[in-house]
Each structure stands twice: as structure tokens, then as C-alpha cells.
């Protein structure tokens, strides 16, 4: 399903500086969480996407960060931490030698604070990389613990496991040679076949992020995952699963661009007033059947953690809109104050740019953007890197 469009036609300064603002609120990618809906959207990415976030960007990362430690096991010298961030950093170094940096975690300064290991340490335990569950400054206490060559390490299950190297990574695939004075985010076709084999095995069901790993063809043009060219071969759980996704992220995007609307309002703007009621109403009109139609008992099914307070702000919101008919939701006074409220009750009526408009920064795009689950900020490049190293097979 395709994002609401329309024309503006321009015919003096004023309306070209419209349409300008206009073009740019459109651009706008910024997703923040300002209506407190995250515990649902991240249930749903986890779905679809199992051991991702938003800030992981190359696959790679899930390697290098067990060959790292690997060779921290073996040498038992204590002082794991500074010698973790050193190899990391010395990492950084090496990966900007090579050429390619999209994704590089430090490729602005040298003076990262958060380090992949910190970054990627949960998604490496959601894959299966990571054997033990615990956490990374549990992990650097039983590195720097002189005694752990002779003391059994047991998994989540009690199930002891053997040797030093193999105690916390599962049967990775060796480092390739010069590692890690050399490297490159390039998968090799091994490396793919690993990462496929965990994101499969990661879950009980099938997911879309197995079904990329395993036969997903290279496709940097699909803004949404629902617009991938191979949806109509995934597997039927996966398209079920995708359809609530994208169903979803419709529904709440109309309360994002009202929310803005409301800013706007508070502040006087008349130009992103104007523009983002038409887009509301733009999504008023494309979204009808969806409102209409869509059953969240679906969401519910694969959110049931999500806070109760999140659930009773959507359905809230369908019912408001359903409620209003034909009457334009940016002018109707129960959808208005359903989203104003909520903002309240998330961030309190100091934090609130609608209650206090000109107390917080406003960048004009203030979580406009549809949800897409992790796809353009992680889960595509990522995709990519291992269809790229499956097909030098």
C-alpha cells in the first residue's frame, strides 16, 4: 500500500514556501515513539525480525564481535573490558581502510561511545551466536576471572558446556586470515550460510528476516518491507504476519500526523498547520477501509506483552475514527483531544509540545513518519550483506 500523495500548486512566494515545507515534512524518515506505541511496534519487528535494532547496519557485526572475543578467551590476561574496547576500536580503524563504511559504527570520529559490542550483544543472543545468557559486564567479569579455565559453564537450560573458546559461541565460522588487522564487511558465502542458519533456527516459527537470509534477492528500493518484490513467495505465517505489520503502521500513522497537526496549531504555524491537515486528510481517505475493517485482536496476538496503556490508546483511536464518519478527523474534537491527552499522560504536560508548544523543540516532523519496523534503518542493509555473500556461491 502505497503513502498518501497530493498536489499543491504554487502561484506566489508564499505558496512555493508551502509546498516547500510541505516537500520537506515528506522527506522527513524521523520515527520517535511520541504517542508511547513502541512496546507494540517493537513487538512487531521483533516478529518479523528477530535479533535486529535500529541501530545495528551491517551483518558482518555478528561475526566480528565473536572473533573478537574468542581471541580475548584464549589469551587470559585480565583487564577484559579495556582490552575489548581496544580491539574494537582498533577494528573501526581497520574497516575504514577498506573502503566500504556504509554502516560503520565510528565512522564519523574515532571517539565512539557505544561500541558494537553493546550494540549487537542482544541480537546475538536472540540468533543463538551468543550461547549464555548474561550480560556483557557479567561476560568481562568471567573473562578477568582466573579460575574459569577449570569451572564448567552452563547454558540457560543447565546443559554444561565444553571448552574455553566454544563456551559462549555457537560453532561460529573461523575469522578469515589477517583478521583483525584486515577487514571488510564483505560476507563470505560460509559466512551467509552461518547467519541464515541462525536466523532460521532463531525462532520456532518462520520469520521474514530467515526467508531474506535464506532466498531473499538484493533490493535496495523497497521502502517497506510489505513492498519487497518477492512478498507474494513468503512463506503464509510470514505474508499473515506482514499484513498486521503493515495494516498497523497505517492505522497509527494518521494520529502521528495529526499529533503534528496539533503542534502546528499550538505554535501559530499556519504553513505546517495547513500542510499537515491535508495530510490527515489525505490519510482519512486512504485509509477508511482500514479503519473500518481491521481487526486488533491480530496485533494483540503477536504484541500481547505490550503495555496496556499503548492497546487502549489504538483502540481508542480506531473507535474515534470510525466515530467520526465523514467528518474530517483534523477538525473533530474527540480524535483531537484523544491524541493530545495521550501525549500528556506519555510524557507530562512539561515535556508536551502541545501543551507547551514552545517549551520543547520542534523539528516540524515530529514522529511523522510511517512505521516500518527497523527495514530502511537496519533490517535492508543487513538483508543485503548476506545475499550478497550467499551469491559469491
Known amino acids: 500500500m502505497s503513502e498518501s500523495t497530493f498536489t499543491w500548486l504554487a502561484y506566489s512566494e508564499r505558496e512555493q514556501q508551502r509546498a516547500q515545507n510541505l516537500a520537506s515534512t515528506l522527506s522527513e524518515r524521523e520515527t520517535r515513539d511520541e504517542l508511547g506505541i513502541g512496546s507494540i511496534r517493537d513487538a512487531i519487528a521483533d516478529r518479523l525480525f528477530p535479533g535486529t535494532s535500529t541501530i545495528q547496519s551491517r551483518a558482518r557485526y555478528f561475526l566480528f564481535l565473536p572473533w573478537l572475543f574468542q581471541e580475548l578467551e584464549r589469551e587470559m590476561k585480565g ?15 581497520s574497516l575504514r581502510r577498506s573502503g566500504d563504511t556504509r554502516g560503520l559504527v565510528g565512522s564519523q570520529t574515532a571517539l565512539v561511545e557505544r561500541l558494537p559490542s553493546s550494540i549487537y550483544w542482544g541480537g546475538l543472543r536472540v540468533l543463538g551466536i551468543r550461547r549464555v545468557p548474561r550480560t556483557l559486564s557479567t561476560y568481562y567479569r568471567w573473562l578477568d576471572d582466573p579460575r574459569r579455565a577449570s569451572r564448567v559453564a552452563r547454558d540457560e537450560d543447565g546443559v554444561a558446556i565444553e571448552g574455553v573458546v566454544h563456551t559462549w559461541w555457537d560453532r561460529v565460522p573461523p575469522a578469515p586470515p589477517g583478521f583483525p588487522e584486515v577487514a571488510s564487511f564483505a560476507l563470505s558465502t560460509a559466512d ?17 528476516l530467515g526467508f531474506l537470509f535464506d532466498t531473499g534477492e538484493p533490493d535496495a528500493a523497497a521502502i517497506f518491507p ?5 512478498c ?9 504476519d506482514l499484513e498486521v505489520a503493515e495494516q498497523f503502521s497505517l492505522i497509527h500513522h494518521g494520529a502521528a500526523l495529526l499529533y503534528n497537526q496539533l503542534i502546528a496549531e499550538a505554535r501559530s504555524d499556519e504553513a505546517r498547520t495547513d500542510l499537515y491537515r491535508a495530510l490527515v486528510l489525505a490519510w482519512q481517505a486512504d485509509s477508511a477501509a482500514a479503519i473500518e475493517h481491521f481487526d486488533l485482536r491480530r496485533v494483540w496476538q503477536i504484541a500481547p506483552k505490550a503495555s496496556p496503556g499503548s492497546m487502549r490508546f489504538i483502540q481508542e483511536w480506531q473507535r474515534t475514527v470510525r466515530a467520526a464518519g465523514g467528518y474530517a478527523i483534523a477538525d473533530h474534537y474527540a480524535t483531537r483531544e484523544l491524541v493530545t491527552s495521550r501525549e500528556v499522560r506519555v510524557k507530562g504536560r512539561q515535556r508536551s509540545r502541545i501543551a507547551t508548544p514552545f517549551r520543547v523543540d520542534w523539528s516540524g516532523a515530529s514522529g511523522s513518519a510511517r512505521l516500518d519496523y527497523r527495514w530502511s534503518s537496519s533490517v535492508q542493509r543487513i538483508a543485503l550483506d548476506v545475499a550478497e555473500g550467499r551469491s559469491h556461491a
Open 79 to 93: 583487564r577484559s573490558r579495556e582490552r575489548s574496547e581496544r580491539a574494537e576500536r582498533s577494528l573501526i580503524s
Open 232 to 240: 507474494s513467495s513468503l512463506p503464509e505465517i510470514v505474508r499473515d
Open 192 to 208: 551467509s550460510r552461518y547467519l541464515t542458519g541462525k536466523a532460521i533456527a532463531a525462532t520456532p516459527y518462520r520469520t521474514m
Open 226 to 230: 510489505w513492498d519487497h518484490p518477492q
